[in-house]
Nanobody, 113 residues
Framework: QLQAWGGGLVQAGGSLRLSCAAS????????MGWYRQAPANQRELVAR???????EYRGSVRGRFTISRDNAKNTVYLQMNSLEPEDTAVYYC?????????WGQGTQVTVSS
């Protein structure tokens, strides 16, 4: 089970921090990440991070967003700075392990201009 929180309404240039905690059977080796979906758009990768430290970012957020994780807490974070109206979307966390994907409920991020 994945529980995400931290979304909200912020003005352009502001910051938000998303958190997502995994509970239940969590493998030692896994990949946790954040995806987002804006209305009428497909869900897209924002950033993901492996338990071994591997990181990947979407080009448009590189330098503004930072993904991190606490393996002891099975929690992944997304620090979002310099937010832009184009970042407005529902953000979902995903856990990939053992060949399966698990999704958390979305959290709305709205950036006003």
């Amino acid at each position: 089970q994945l529980q995400a929180w931290g979304g909200g309404l912020v003005q352009a240039g502001g910051s938000l921090r998303l958190s997502c905690a995994a509970s239940g059977s969590v493998f030692r080796m896994n990949l946790m990440g954040w995806y987002r979906q804006a209305p009428a758009n497909q869900r897209e990768l924002v950033a993901r991070m492996g338990s071994n430290g591997f990181q990947e970012y979407r080009g448009s957020v590189r330098g503004r967003f930072t993904i991190s994780r606490d393996n002891a807490k099975n929690t992944v974070y997304l620090q979002m700075n310099s937010l832009e109206p184009e970042d407005t979307a529902v953000y979902y966390c995903k856990l990939s392990q053992g060949g399966s994907d698990y999704w958390g409920q979305g959290t709305q991020v709205t950036v006003s201009s």
